[in-house]
């Protein structure tokens, strides 16, 4: 019965991050600082993956990003996924969903190796990979596959320190800031559901 229990206490867990992942990606695609919108999804996946481990963590980084990539082909990012999507669609489907993926994995399985020692630490590190490789899949696609139209998108510029300073450098900080500024309050939310008091 207990275990019963806490599966269905999984599921249900799962289910409201997802779709809070959901809600946050649709909104936080109206908040942009150059091509693509600002990510507010992340803390979501950080709880997820801190409450039920790595691959809890990668299933919801997959959601967010099956959604960024749904909304990106319905035109509500501006066009710009329709632009990876034209020059590679496979990649395009891949590193949406990978980035997430991956992003969600590294949150739980850091959480998982330092929340013995320091539950804020664990948060911390946990909300600090978890942008860093959603962004940095991002960027070495974008470098290593999409190299052409991030030379368009540079404008002559230089492509290395357009795709890190133009095209995702403030996206990324801002990211990193929101995950660090919530990581007391993610640490309380896992502190109670730990103690079986949500």
Known sequence: MRSTSGSLRRTTELSVFS?????????????????????????????????????????????????????GLLGWDGGSVMLLFGASPVVLVVMCIGKGVLAGFLAGLVYRGIEKKSALTAVILAGIICPVANTGTFLLTMLLVYR??????????DVLTYALFGLTGINFLVELGVNMVLSSGITTIIRYRKKGAI
């Open 19 to 71: 779709a809070l992942i959901t809600v946050l990606a649709v909104l936080g695609n109206f908040v942009r600082f150059g091509p693509f919108p600002i990510t507010l999804a992340l803390a979501p996946i950080v709880i997820g993956a801190a409450l039920n481990g790595p691959r809890a963590g990668a299933f919801l980084g997959g959601v967010f990003g099956v959604v960024t990539l749904l909304i």
């Open 148 to 157: 052409e139209l991030l030379a368009q998108w540079a404008g002559g510029s």
